[in-house]
């Protein structure tokens, strides 16, 4: 079982910074991968950036150049940082992690808010 908790959203303007935490807990063996998904209201869950126990990175095309995902040496923390935040960045954000077997993220935290004004 894995643990997730995430922390640091929040209200921001337009080319603001956030930085978002995420606590993990439980059997290391099952976040090899961990991601940053984001929900809007009225459309489907999407993943905003991934990394593997390896720190090897991968990032959505709306968030190349802006954020930025990373984890502790533990990997007891995973963080994103994002810049120049856009108001199309506002939702829900969730952390995410899945074993090496499997292809579909099976561990969630409960979400943060993130809001983006202009």
């Known amino acids: 079982q894995v643990q997730l908790a995430e922390s640091g959203g929040g209200s921001v303007e337009a080319g603001g910074s956030l930085r978002l935490s995420c606590a993990v807990s439980g059997d290391a063996g099952s976040t090899y991968y961990m991601a940053w998904f984001r929900q809007v209201p009225g459309k489907e869950r999407e993943g905003v950036a991934f990394?593997?126990?390896?720190?090897?990175?991968t990032y959505a095309d709306s968030a190349k150049g802006r954020f930025s995902i990373s984890q502790d040496n533990a990997r007891s923390n995973m963080y994103l940082q994002m810049n120049n935040l856009r108001p199309a960045d506002t939702g829900i954000y969730y952390c995410?992690?899945?074993?090496?077997?499997?292809?579909?993220?099976?561990?969630w935290g409960q979400g943060t808010q993130v809001t983006v004004s202009t």
């Open positions: 995410a992690a899945r074993d090496y077997g499997n292809i579909n993220y099976h561990y």
């Open positions: 990394i593997n126990k390896y720190s090897t990175t």
